[in-house]
């Protein structure tokens, strides 16, 4: 882990938006161990940054804003490659069950 030391909390939202920045490009490019490497750093950072004075400052909440949107995009990127997976296991699924299928009827013949 990669842990920089955070003075405030303007810091620590930035620090957090770059790290999902990353994660986001990771999961675009289907690099998903790399998504997962950069979790513990994260986790890492946002509880630090939980126990900093200044969450109410307004100017901060643009960067909260930016923040949940990395979030949400990052969900949705996971859901869609999870919803790919599932329905290539699928197609697997039935191709290997067609094959058997086709190995029981030509042994009989």
């Known amino acids: 882990m990669n842990a920089q030391p955070i003075e405030n909390l303007s810091q620590a939202l930035d620090r957090i938006e770059s790290l999902l920045a ?3 490009a990771c999961a675009k490019n289907g690099d998903y161990t790399a998504v997962l490497a950069l979790e513990p750093e994260l986790k890492s950072t ?10 109410a ?3 901060l ?3 909260l ?4 949107a990395l979030r949400r995009e990052l969900e949705l990127i996971l859901a869609q ?8 296991l699928a197609r ?5 069950g067609t094959l058997r299928a086709y190995r029981n009827n030509s042994t009989h013949i």
């Open 61 to 63: 909440q643009m960067s």
């Open 81 to 88: 490659q999870r919803q790919e997976l599932t329905e290539q």
């Open 22 to 24: 990353r994660q986001v």
């Open 57 to 59: 400052q307004p100017e």
């Open 65 to 68: 804003h930016r923040i949940d």
């Open 92 to 96: 697997i699924r039935r191709g290997k």
């Open 46 to 55: 946002l509880e630090r940054a939980s126990a900093l004075p200044g969450g």
